[in-house]
C-alpha cells in the first residue's frame, strides 16, 4: 500500500489479475513506484483528456494510431496529464509495441508495460480498485487511532500540549497550534530524530517572521484550520501547523490533523467558556459589591479566593463601558483575555469581571498610594483600550468608542460606592467628548442629569431654555447652539471663542447676539449661564432632545 492513499504501479502488476497476462514492464521501469489512484480503460485517441493524473491506464491499442506520429502524440499526452502508468494488452492490434511508442515511453518517464495474455479489464480494475480502497480505509485507521489517543489524552486530564505532541510523534515532524493572525500559541516536536530539535527554533526560522507567513506555508508543510464556529473572523479559531522539518508530510498526517483539529476546537470552546464564566462571575462579585449585597467585611475573602490580592493600599474602582450596538454582539471571553493581558504591563493588582446584559467592564486595581491614581488610570485606559481593540469591539463611528471613567481610591468599605458611582457616571458620560478617561468626581452634574433622565421635568427644562435656539438649527444655517456650547465652554471668553470656531470677532459678536434674541435672555447674566449651562448638558438625556 503508497502511504498516500494507493498502490504502487509495481504493486498492481503483482496483483492476480494483471500478473495472469504475463506483464513486460519496456519502459519506465525505475518509476514503478508511482502511485496508482485509479484505473482506466479505454480505446480512443483522445483519452488523456478524461484523466485527472494518477491513473494506470488499460488499452488493447486500438486508439494508439498506425502512425508513428499519432503514436508519439498519444503518448506524450498521457505523460502530460500525470497518469502512473500505460497497460498495453497484446492481441489483433500489436503483437509487439512499436518501437516508436516504447522510445517516446522511454523519453517522457512513462511507465509502459506490455501483457503477453489476454486478461478481463473488468477484473484487473475491480482488483486494483479494492487494494486502493483498503489502503485509505488503512489510512483512515491509523488517523483514527491518533483521534483515539488524542481523545484518551484529554480525558486523562491532557490538553492542548498532549494532544500536539500525539500529533508530532505520528507525523515525526514538529507541530504548532497558532491564532488565525499568525501568532504562536503552543508548540511540540516528536520524541526522536530530525524533529526532536528545538520546536521554537523551527518556528522562528520557518514560521515565526511575519515575511514567512505572508510568502504562505513552507514546502511540505500542512495548515489544517481549527474551526470556531462562527462566521467571518470567528469561522476560525485557530490553526495547527505541521512543518516538514523530518520525513515528508503525507496525506495520512493531514487526515490525523484534521481529526485533531476538531479535538482542539472542543478544547479551545471549552475553556473559552470556562474563561468567559470565570470572567463573569468576576463581574457578579463586583456588581454584588456594588449594590451592597457583600459587606467590606467579606469582601476582601471573596476577591482572594478569585485572585485579587491588593495589599494594603487604596482600591481604585474604574468601569468601562462599550456603545450599547457593540455590547450584545461581544466576544466577551476574548475580550476579557485581551484586556487583562494588556493590563498586565500596568504593574498593579487587577480584579476585572465583564457585565454583558449591561455592556460594561468593572474593575478594581491595588494602588500603593493615592498619589499614582492618575498614572495608573492613564495606563489602565490605554491598556482597557486597547484590549477591546484586540477584540474587535473598537466602533468607527464618533460616539461607539468605549467609555472608560475611573472612581474615587478608597478601602474596601469605599469600593462598593465607588464601582456604583463609576458605572453609572460611565452611563451619563455617553455622547461626552471623548476623553481617554473621564474622572468620577468631575461629572456629578452629568450623573444628576442622567438620573433624571425619565422625569418629565427634565425635557420641560430643555425645551424652556433653549427650545428656540433648538428649532432654529432645525430649520436654518449656521446652527448656533455649537457657538453657545464653545463661548460657555469658555466661561464667556470671545477671543478664545472666536479661536476655537475659527471666526472673526464680529461675525461671533452676531452669532452671540442673534442667540441673546432668539431666547430672549442675557448671556451675560450668570443665573442664565447657569441654566444655559445645565440645559445643554441635559439635552444629551432627555427624552425627544
Known amino acids: 500500500m503508497d502511504t498516500q492513499?494507493?498502490?504502487?504501479?509495481?504493486?498492481?502488476?503483482?496483483?492476480?489479475?494483471?500478473?495472469?497476462?504475463?506483464?513486460?514492464?519496456?519502459?519506465?521501469?525505475?518509476?514503478?513506484?508511482?502511485?496508482?489512484?485509479?484505473?482506466?480503460?479505454?480505446?480512443?485517441?483522445?483519452?488523456?483528456?478524461?484523466?485527472?493524473?494518477?491513473?494506470?491506464?488499460?488499452?488493447?491499442?486500438?486508439?494508439?494510431?498506425?502512425?508513428?506520429?499519432?503514436?508519439?502524440?498519444?503518448?506524450?499526452?498521457?505523460?502530460?496529464?500525470?497518469?502512473?502508468?500505460?497497460?498495453?494488452?497484446?492481441?489483433?492490434?500489436?503483437?509487439?509495441?512499436?518501437?516508436?511508442?516504447?522510445?517516446?515511453?522511454?523519453?517522457?518517464?512513462l511507465p509502459l508495460v506490455q501483457l503477453h495474455r489476454e486478461v478481463p479489464f473488468v477484473t484487473v480494475t475491480e482488483e486494483i480498485h479494492t487494494e486502493i480502497v483498503n489502503g485509505h480505509y488503512a489510512l483512515l485507521q491509523r488517523a483514527e487511532e491518533v483521534h483515539r489517543r488524542c481523545t484518551g489524552a484529554l480525558l486523562g486530564g491532557g490538553g492542548v500540549p498532549q494532544v500536539l505532541g500525539i500529533l508530532a510523534d505520528f507525523t515525526a515532524n514538529p507541530v504548532f497550534l497558532e491564532t488565525p493572525d499568525g501568532q504562536l500559541l503552543y508548540a511540540a516536536a516528536c520524541d526522536s530524530g530530525e524533529a526532536a530539535a528545538d520546536p521554537l527554533q523551527v518556528w522562528e526560522g520557518l514560521r515565526g517572521q511575519r515575511e514567512a507567513r505572508a510568502s504562505g506555508p513552507p514546502t511540505g508543510a500542512v495548515l489544517v484550520d481549527v474551526p470556531g464556529g462562527g462566521h467571518g473572523v470567528g469561522s476560525v479559531r485557530a490553526r495547527l501547523a505541521l512543518l516538514a522539518v523530518g520525513p515528508p508530510l503525507l496525506p495520512v498526517h493531514r487526515m490525523a490533523a484534521e481529526r485533531a483539529a476538531g479535538i482542539l476546537a472542543v478544547v479551545l470552546m471549552q475553556a473559552r467558556q470556562e474563561e468567559e464564566l470565570a470572567a463573569r462571575g468576576r463581574g457578579d462579585f463586583l456588581t454584588d459589591l456594588a449594590e451592597g449585597r457583600i459587606t467590606a467585611e467579606d469582601a476582601p475573602g471573596q476577591a482572594k479566593v478569585l485572585g485579587f490580592k491588593p495589599g494594603d493600599g487604596p482600591l481604585l474602582p474604574a468601569v468601562m463601558r462599550l456603545a450599547s450596538e457593540l455590547a450584545p454582539t461581544g466576544n466577551w471571553a476574548v475580550l476579557a483575555r485581551a484586556v487583562l493581558e494588556e493590563l498586565s504591563s500596568v504593574g498593579v493588582p487587577v480584579l476585572?469581571?465583564?457585565?454583558?446584559?449591561?455592556?460594561?467592564?468593572?474593575?478594581?486595581?491595588?494602588?500603593?498610594?493615592?498619589?499614582?491614581?492618575?498614572?495608573?488610570?492613564?495606563?489602565?485606559?490605554?491598556?482597557?483600550?486597547?484590549?477591546?481593540?484586540?477584540?474587535?469591539?473598537?466602533?468607527?463611528?464618533?460616539?461607539?468608542?468605549?467609555?472608560?471613567?475611573?472612581?474615587?481610591?478608597?478601602?474596601?468599605?469605599?469600593?462598593?460606592?465607588?464601582?456604583?458611582?463609576?458605572?453609572?457616571?460611565?452611563?451619563?458620560?455617553?455622547?461626552?467628548?471623548?476623553?481617554?478617561?473621564?474622572?468620577?468626581?468631575?461629572?456629578?452634574?452629568?450623573?444628576?442629569?442622567?438620573?433624571?433622565?425619565?422625569?418629565?421635568?427634565?425635557?420641560?427644562?430643555?425645551?424652556?431654555?433653549?427650545?428656540?435656539?433648538?428649532?432654529?438649527?432645525?430649520?436654518?444655517?449656521?446652527?448656533?447652539?455649537?457657538?453657545?456650547?464653545?463661548?460657555?465652554?469658555?466661561?464667556?471668553?470671545?477671543?478664545?471663542?472666536?479661536?476655537?470656531?475659527?471666526?472673526?470677532?464680529?461675525?461671533?459678536?452676531?452669532?452671540?447676539?442673534?442667540?441673546?434674541?432668539?431666547?430672549?435672555?442675557?448671556?451675560?447674566?450668570?443665573?442664565?449661564?447657569?441654566?444655559?449651562?445645565?440645559?445643554?448638558?441635559?439635552?444629551?438625556?432627555?427624552?425627544?432632545?
Request: aromatic share 4%; hydrophobic share 45%.
Open 352 to 545: 476585572l469581571g465583564v457585565r454583558p446584559v449591561e455592556g460594561r467592564v468593572p474593575l478594581l486595581l491595588g494602588l500603593r498610594s493615592e498619589t499614582e491614581r492618575t498614572a495608573v488610570a492613564d495606563r489602565v485606559a490605554a491598556a482597557l483600550r486597547a484590549g477591546v481593540e484586540r477584540a474587535g469591539l473598537m466602533g468607527a463611528r464618533a460616539g461607539t468608542q468605549p467609555v472608560v471613567v475611573v472612581g474615587v481610591a478608597g478601602g474596601w468599605a469605599a469600593a462598593g460606592a465607588g464601582l456604583r458611582h463609576a458605572a453609572e457616571t460611565a452611563a451619563a458620560a455617553q455622547g461626552l467628548p471623548e476623553r481617554p478617561w473621564y474622572d468620577a468626581r468631575r461629572l456629578d452634574i452629568d450623573l444628576l442629569l442622567w438620573r433624571l433622565r425619565e422625569h418629565p421635568d427634565l425635557a420641560a427644562f430643555v425645551e424652556r431654555a433653549i427650545g428656540p435656539l433648538q428649532a432654529h438649527d432645525r430649520a436654518s444655517r449656521p446652527s448656533l447652539l455649537p457657538t453657545l456650547e464653545t463661548y460657555l465652554a469658555h466661561a464667556g471668553r470671545k477671543a478664545e471663542t472666536a479661536r476655537e470656531l475659527h471666526l472673526n470677532r464680529q461675525t461671533l459678536y452676531n452669532r452671540l447676539a442673534r442667540i441673546a434674541d432668539l431666547l430672549g435672555t442675557d448671556l451675560d447674566d450668570p443665573q442664565t449661564v447657569l441654566a444655559l449651562s445645565l440645559a445643554l448638558r441635559a439635552r444629551r438625556h432627555a427624552p425627544g432632545q
Open 5 to 109: 492513499g494507493g498502490i504502487t504501479v509495481q504493486r498492481a502488476l503483482e496483483l492476480p489479475g494483471l500478473r495472469g497476462g504475463l506483464p513486460e514492464v519496456v519502459a519506465g521501469a525505475d518509476r514503478l513506484q508511482r502511485t496508482v489512484r485509479w484505473v482506466h480503460a479505454g480505446e480512443v485517441p483522445n483519452i488523456a483528456s478524461l484523466l485527472k493524473g494518477g491513473e494506470l491506464l488499460l488499452t488493447t491499442g486500438l486508439g494508439l494510431g498506425t502512425r508513428p506520429a499519432e503514436q508519439r502524440a498519444f503518448v506524450r499526452r498521457l505523460a502530460d496529464r500525470g497518469i502512473a502508468a500505460l497497460v498495453v494488452e497484446l492481441g489483433p492490434r500489436f503483437a509487439r509495441l512499436p518501437a516508436t511508442l516504447v522510445e517516446t515511453a522511454r523519453a517522457a518517464g
